[in-house]
């Protein structure tokens, strides 16, 4: 079963403009880690931001932010002032400790930075 | 901040031939470390999870006789595709993380061509 849903394929978005990328999971568990990365087209992995379930404040780290609503059991990534160099594909992941602690992670969603 | 080494970073050989991959985690200590495949535009799936000193775990569909993982070391994992045909061709990445609640760090990919 899917555990991690990221209903955008592609996104566009004008230079210097916000954007978020949507990201929905399910667990059963209490205790959980959410996080987001970037992958651009040369392939490495770059994490971005991390969210703990019992976080009660959003994270923040520079022009990313999540905004965590639990409830809704949703991890939506927010980028800033958006940059050229923010064309990549972007994927949020969890981490369930029940499970052997593994992080799986969402289909992605390409995002294309315009001039 | 952490770093995690993968080598080689492309593979081209023939069908037949059996290929190491290995990971190394360059200044923390990696208790455990995560073998993934992605295919083009599609996401990462994880193939297993190695705890050093034991034996990976193996997510289901992943034949272990075919991909052999060793963690021998706090610091090193080895993939091994034994016996690699064209449909094994895609990009291999590692991942490792200390303990605690790190985020875990990901290697720069493996691309593997099998003629």
Redesign the interface.
């Known amino acids: 079963a899917q555990k991690i849903t990221q209903t955008q394929p592609g996104m566009f978005v004008q230079e210097k403009e916000a954007v978020t990328l949507d990201c929905t999971y399910d667990t059963s568990d209490q205790s959980y880690?959410l996080?987001w990365?970037k992958q651009p087209s040369?392939?490495?992995?770059i994490?971005l931001i991390?969210q703990?379930s019992y976080d009660e404040q959003n994270a923040t780290e520079g022009r990313y932010s999540l905004n965590f609503q639990k409830a809704r059991k949703s991890a939506n990534l927010v980028i800033s002032a958006s940059q050229l160099g923010d064309s990549a594909m972007y994927?949020c992941a969890m981490r369930e400790p029940t499970s052997?602690?593994?992080?799986?992670?969402?289909?992605?969603t390409s995002l294309s930075v315009i001039p | 901040g952490a770093v995690v080494s993968q080598h080689p970073s492309r593979v081209i050989c023939k069908s037949g031939t059996s290929v190491k991959i290995e990971c190394r985690s360059l200044d923390f200590q990696a208790t455990t470390m995560f073998w993934y495949r992605q295919f083009p535009k599609q996401s990462l799936m994880l193939m297993a999870t190695s705890n050093e000193g034991s034996k990976a775990t193996y997510e289901q569909g992943v034949e272990k006789d075919k991909f052999l993982i060793n963690h021998a070391s706090l610091t090193l994992s080895t993939l091994t595709v034994t016996s690699a045909h064209p449909e094994d061709s895609s990009f291999y990445i590692c991942s490792a993380r200390g303990r605690g609640l790190q985020p875990q760090h990901f290697g720069d990919g493996t691309r593997l061509s099998i003629l």
Do not use: L, N, R, T
Not at chain 1, 42 to 45: D, I, Q, R
């Open positions: 880690g996080f990365y040369s392939g490495e992995m994490f991390y703990g994927f052997y602690d593994k992080v799986i992670f969402g289909p992605g």
